[in-house]
């Protein structure tokens, strides 16, 4: 069997669009949140909770963080990530129904891999995988062999598609197929050739 995996964050998604609002509920510009909501992502996205995340942003920014606000700043954020790229949802549906075998392999928190599974559009993949559930990020060689286990797979038989070209660059290192994603035109020619 072929597998189609798919990033979610700006492939399957819109950029984030909770940035300003979240800035704001520390009372801060944007410019002065921006670095930090983005640094202390990585240990979010590998496993920690959402209390954890907001406290260290909160930490760098000398605001205090307890479990109510931090709840509120986490709501925000997974509403941010939530705006479909409808051209991305028409390409999905139209493999699923030709019956492709899709996949999903994001770098993101638990708690929005929760939020990705109870959404209609969700069934269209077979496979849904969380960095924030695995322990371990892309583009780390090891949530690439989780995901081919996964999906009983050997590397060549996956297309994988992402935004960021260190990502794809770690799915080629473990002999997946893989391409950088720049829009719905270019992953239709990436069905027919993975190859650069």
């Excluded at 205090?64 to 986490?74: G, I, S």
């Excluded at 109870?118 to 695995?134: H, I, N, P, T, Y």
Aim: charged share 25%; proline share 3%.
């Amino acid at each position: 069997m072929n597998w189609i995996v798919f990033d979610y964050g700006d492939v399957i998604s819109e950029h984030t669009d909770a940035l300003p609002t979240l800035a704001k509920a520390f009372d801060l510009d944007l410019a002065d949140f921006e670095p930090h909501y983005w640094a202390e992502r990585v240990q979010y996205d590998s496993g920690g909770s959402d209390l954890e995340y907001w406290q260290n942003v909160g930490r760098a920014l000398n605001v205090p963080v307890d479990k109510a606000f931090a709840d509120e700043l986490t709501r925000i954020d997974v509403e941010g990530w939530t705006h479909l790229e409808p051209d991305v949802l028409e390409l999905l549906e139209g493999l699923h129904e030709a019956g492709a075998a899709l996949a999903l392999l994001s770098n993101a928190s638990s708690t929005f891999g929760r939020w990705v599974r109870e959404q209609e559009w969700a069934k269209l993949f077979r496979v849904k995988l969380f960095s924030g559930d695995l322990g371990c990020m892309k583009p780390d060689a090891k949530i690439y062999r989780i995901l081919l286990a996964e999906l009983g797979a050997e590397p060549g038989d996956c297309l994988f598609f992402d935004d960021r070209q260190s990502n794809v660059d770690g799915a080629r290192a473990v002999g997946m197929k893989a391409e950088r994603w720049v829009g719905v035109t270019t992953a239709k020619s990436g069905f027919g050739s993975s190859e650069e």
